[in-house]
T-cell receptor, first 110, second 110 residues
Framework: NAGVTQTPKFQVLKTGQSMTLQCAQD?????MSWYRQDPGMGLRLIHY???????DQGEVPNGYNVSRSTTEDFPLRLLSAAPSQTSVYFC?????????FGPGTRLTVT | GQQVMQIPQYQHVQEGEDFTTYCNSS?????IQWYKQRPGGHPVFLIQ?????EVKKQKRLTFQFGEAKKNSSLHITATQTTDVGTYFC??????????FGTGTRLTIIP
């Protein structure tokens, strides 16, 4: 099993550009989530999904969209990138309670 | 929103000394999880505590959940260089979402 995979590992965007961060898991987990990690602020929940076709907002959803068309994939879309979205983004999946995190995407918005 | 306070933010210890990090909530928690993130890595699940007053041990790590289910601690006995990293608590307030603490970064002085 590959576990949770994320692409790309690094990305630089200009303000106003859009992009999609990819996340996939091969463990057949129903629950998936996106977090952003900023220095001194821990991990903050952006969006989450309890199954295919179901998504909900987390703590910091503004500026981000998600969809869940399959159990395996949970992409995160930045609609119009802003410098405040410079961060490390982690995708996670879980079956019961233990969350499995991907390796992260380091995003810089200039 | 519901928050979890984690202290201290940083801890520098001599190798062989003990280390403790604390998480506190003003609201009763359903359960609390602990994660470890090595420098440059992603969070890795350590344990979940569910019951009031619960104590669990993993080798040199001792996890406690308060009687009122509003606080938790992680204690490491006789730290080793392999313990370096940031330790996060993550709380559930009764739904599937997790709220992470801000983390305690542990550095070891050899």
């Amino acid at each position: 099993n590959a576990g949770v995979t994320q692409t790309p590992k690094f990305q630089v965007l200009k303000t106003g550009q859009s992009m999609t961060l990819q996340c996939a898991q091969d463990m057949n987990h129903e629950y998936m989530s996106w977090y952003r990690q900023d220095p001194g602020m821990g991990l903050r929940l952006i969006h989450y999904s309890v199954g295919a076709g179901i998504t909900d907002q987390g703590e910091v959803p503004n500026g981000y969209n998600v969809s869940r068309s399959t159990t395996e994939d949970f992409p995160l879309r930045l609609l119009s990138a802003a410098p405040s979205q410079t961060s490390v983004y982690f995708c996670a999946s879980s079956y019961f309670y233990e969350q499995y995190f991907g390796p992260g995407t380091r995003l810089t918005v200039t | 929103g519901q928050q979890v306070m984690q202290i201290p933010q940083y801890q520098h210890v001599q190798e062989g000394e003990d280390f403790t990090t604390y998480c506190n909530s003003s609201t009763t928690l359903s359960n609390i999880q602990w994660y470890k993130q090595r420098p440059g890595g992603h969070p890795v699940f350590l344990i979940q505590l569910v019951k009031s007053g619960e104590v669990k041990k993993q080798k040199r790590l001792t996890f406690q959940f308060g009687e009122a289910k509003k606080n938790s601690s992680l204690h490491i006995t006789a730290t080793q260089t392999t313990d370096v990293g940031t330790y996060f608590c993550a709380a559930s307030f009764g739904n599937e979402k997790l709220t992470f603490g801000t983390g305690t970064r542990l550095t070891i002085i050899p």
